[in-house]
């Protein structure tokens, strides 16, 4: 249940433990997210993805459980931790937004987003 912080439009939820969330830098985030999204077949295997624009990362909700390696820059926020979301009472927040929320109840799986992540920065470098 999200919190509203007193005097702006953002609300902060507590992520870790049963609700992991991997936090990515922009550079890497958001072109791996339209690179998903581009294909049908991925697009139903991600979940939330939030941006908060000041630190410049994406946040991917994952499933619990044992994610492999995630590239140089990224962190999965096992225990528990504050994420800054918009205020789902305000009509815009300039903090944070939310890229994608799926039409059902989805968690993206946290080695498949490994693999995309690896993927787009080998893409990358290349």
């Not at 630190?55 to 999965?76: E, F, I, N």
């Amino acid at each position: 249940m999200p919190i509203p912080t007193r005097g702006t439009r953002t609300a902060l939820i507590t992520v870790g433990g049963d609700r992991p969330v991997v936090r990515v830098p922009d550079a890497l985030g958001l072109p791996a997210l339209a690179r998903l999204l581009d294909e049908e077949a991925d697009r139903g295997l991600v979940g939330p993805v939030l941006h908060h624009r000041p630190s410049q990362v994406t946040y991917w909700w994952v499933r619990p459980g044992s994610s492999g390696s995630y590239p140089d820059g990224c962190r999965l926020l096992a225990t528990d931790a504050l994420v800054v979301v918009p205020d789902p009472h305000a009509d815009h927040c300039a903090v944070a937004s939310w890229l994608f929320m799926p039409d059902r109840e989805v968690l993206t799986g946290p080695a498949w987003l490994a693999a995309a992540l690896d993927a787009e920065r080998t893409s990358t470098a290349a």
